[in-house]
Nanobody, 119 residues
Framework: QVQLVESGGGLVQAGGSLRLSCAAS????????MGWFRQAPGKEREFVAT????????TYADSVKGRFTISRDSAKNTVYLQMNSLKPEDTAVYYC????????????WGQGTQVTVSS
C-alpha cells in the first residue's frame, strides 16, 4: 500500500496561486495513476486532475482546465498541483489519491489539505 501526505494548502485571494504537493511512500513501484480530487462544504468529492505515473499523460476537469497543472517529480515520488487564477469556487479540501494498475479505482488517499480562496 502507498502512503500519501499532502501539503501546500492555505488562504489566498481570488486570482492568486497555490501549489499543492503530495509525497508518496511505501509501495510506489506499481502505481498507475495519481490524482487530485476536492470536496467543498456540502458537496460531493469531485475529480480535479490525474497523471499517469509512468507515461505522464494528464487529464483535467473542465472547471480547472487551463488554470491548474498536475506534474510529478519521480525522483522524489511527489506529485504537484499548481493552481493559478484561483476562484472562490475552488475553495475545498483537496485530496491526493493513488491507483494501482491492478485496481479499477483509487484506493489510497491522503488526509487532505484545505484551500480557501477569498473574493
Amino acid at each position: 500500500q502507498v502512503q500519501l501526505v499532502e501539503s501546500g494548502g492555505g488562504l489566498v485571494q481570488a486570482g492568486g496561486s497555490l501549489r499543492l504537493s503530495c509525497a508518496a511512500s511505501g509501495r510506489t513501484l506499481s502505481l498507475f495513476l495519481m490524482g487530485w480530487f476536492r470536496q467543498a462544504p456540502g458537496k460531493e468529492r469531485e475529480f480535479v486532475a490525474t497523471l499517469n505515473w509512468s507515461g505522464g499523460a494528464t487529464t483535467y476537469a473542465d472547471s480547472v482546465k487551463g488554470r491548474f497543472t498536475i506534474s510529478r517529480d519521480s525522483a522524489k515520488n511527489t506529485v504537484y498541483l499548481q493552481m493559478n487564477s484561483l476562484k472562490p469556487e475552488d475553495t475545498a479540501v483537496y485530496y491526493c489519491a493513488a491507483r494501482y494498475a491492478f485496481h479499477s479505482d483509487f484506493r489510497s488517499w491522503g488526509q487532505g489539505t484545505q484551500v480557501t480562496v477569498s473574493s
